[in-house]
């Protein structure tokens, strides 16, 4: 058995339920987006640079992309939507993934 389960598990994956189960975790996470954005402002704003990664892993911590319904047996379900210039951005990129996956499938 795998005594390092936990590593198996990414930060982004997990985060809607770390910040909508405490106000304080909410909190931090919502601080540690902000700081990282702005540690990372300069990959962020290269128009040479790739930085489509850390833009959807920014966005996962940002609580204003999620949406809370209560649902009549008392629970909540958590709904995250992603910005629309990333909406657009996926939908630019899926052609282009698909003929990658068909290339990955070609005999050597």
């Given at each position: 058995m795998d005594q390092m389960q936990h590593r198996s598990i990414k930060?982004?994956?997990?985060?809607?339920r770390l910040m909508f189960d405490n106000d304080h975790t909410l909190e931090y996470l919502n601080e540690r987006r902000i700081a990282w954005a702005k540690r990372w402002e300069r990959w962020l704003s290269d128009q040479n640079s790739d930085s489509s990664d850390l833009e959807y892993f920014l966005a996962r911590f940002d609580p204003s992309n999620y949406?809370?319904?209560d649902l009549p047996d008392g629970f909540q379900q958590i709904e995250h939507r992603w910005p629309e210039h990333l909406k657009q951005r996926a939908r630019e990129r899926r052609p282009r993934i698909r003929i990658e996956m068909l290339a990955l499938q070609l005999p050597h």
């Open positions: 930060l982004q994956d997990l985060a809607p949406t809370i319904t």
